[in-house]
């Protein structure tokens, strides 16, 4: 069956989606978006998804043309239609139709926005139960005094530049370092290390993304009595530690066994990662927007 695609108020089949060559979006990159899970119909934390996504707009001058509460119901809308319920939902806001100039005050007919409803296997599930090989790239992420890595901007070049490397390597996902050295990211997912009892992640001033399964893993973390620390470390400090894993939306929480050619701890996913992961999952059973509503209860007669 072929998908329905939400483009600016209509479902059309995803054959029939497009926009206009002169997008801003497609020529500048000049939007935002969002990469959202449903697990057994449920949105998983839809509404930090929403929240970011128009913090960025705002940010951006951006005006969205549906409120939070409308966009929620389109979402939820779109995986109806599709008969969905375990899905990957990419949401995106454009500037709209401009010329070919850069002026977005030329874009006069106003955004585009556009969902899609589909399903999304990131990496093989082998690598989920032996762990990755990454390597860390010689691109360097985009400086945050340039553009705030809180805004999920469609332009993401910097991180394909990485995943270029990646590729060359012949492996599915590397490190990438700051400006001044410092780990950062991966190219599309959030990395964290522990050791000596600390779980570790880089600070968002180091130029990452803040992402919402970043903050679910330290949150599950705590509950565990796990120490967290967001601060700066290097590449060293990555090469030996006890556990490495990546998190993201569509990654979920996959681990790392080795880096540039290391070993990390065991050369096995850890215990901390694997019973993260549990928790993360079960956690996806129980939270979440509803996809169908629920029936009323009627009083009993």
Not at 106 to 120: A, E, R
Not at 149 to 155: D, H, M, R
Not at 189 to 204: C, E, K, S
Not at 235 to 259: M, R
């Amino acid at each position: 069956m072929e998908r329905l695609v939400y483009i600016n108020g209509q479902f059309v089949p995803q054959s029939q989606a497009a926009i206009s060559v002169f997008d801003h979006g497609l020529l500048y990159g000049d939007g935002v978006f969002e990469g959202i899970r449903a697990y057994h119909g449920r949105v998983f934390r839809l509404d930090q998804h929403l929240q970011r996504l128009y913090r960025g707009a705002l940010a951006i001058r951006l005006k969205v043309p549906l409120d939070p509460e409308a966009m929620r119901e389109t979402v939820l809308e779109g995986l109806r239609r599709n008969g969905l319920r375990d899905a990957y939902v990419r949401l995106v806001v454009t500037r709209g139709v401009g010329d070919l100039g850069l002026d977005p005050q030329k874009c006069t007919g106003g955004p585009t926005v556009f969902i899609i409803c589909d399903t999304i296997q990131l990496y093989p599930r082998e690598f989920y139960q032996n762990g990755l090989e990454v390597i860390i790239v010689a691109t360097r992420r985009n400086l945050p005094t340039a553009i705030n890595p809180a805004i999920k901007s469609l332009n993401y070049l910097n991180n394909i530049l990485a995943k270029m490397e990646v590729t060359r390597a012949g492996l599915l996902e590397g490190i990438m370092l700051n400006h001044e050295g410092y780990v950062a990211e991966a190219t599309g997912d959030n990395v964290f290390i522990y050791g000596d009892g600390v779980l570790r992640t880089p600070a968002t001033s180091l130029g990452i993304l803040k992402g919402i399964t970043r903050g679910v893993v330290i949150e599950l973390a705590q509950e565990m009595g796990v120490a967290v620390e967001e601060g700066r470390f290097t590449q060293y400090d990555v090469y030996t530690s006890e556990e490495c894993f990546l998190t993201g939306t569509a990654a979920e929480i996959v681990p790392v066994v080795k880096v540039d050619g290391r070993t990390i701890g065991t050369g096995k996913p850890g215990e901390l990662t694997r019973e993260l992961s549990r928790r993360f999952h079960e956690l996806t059973k129980i939270e979440g927007v509803l996809i169908e509503a629920e029936a009323p209860q009627t009083a009993a007669r």
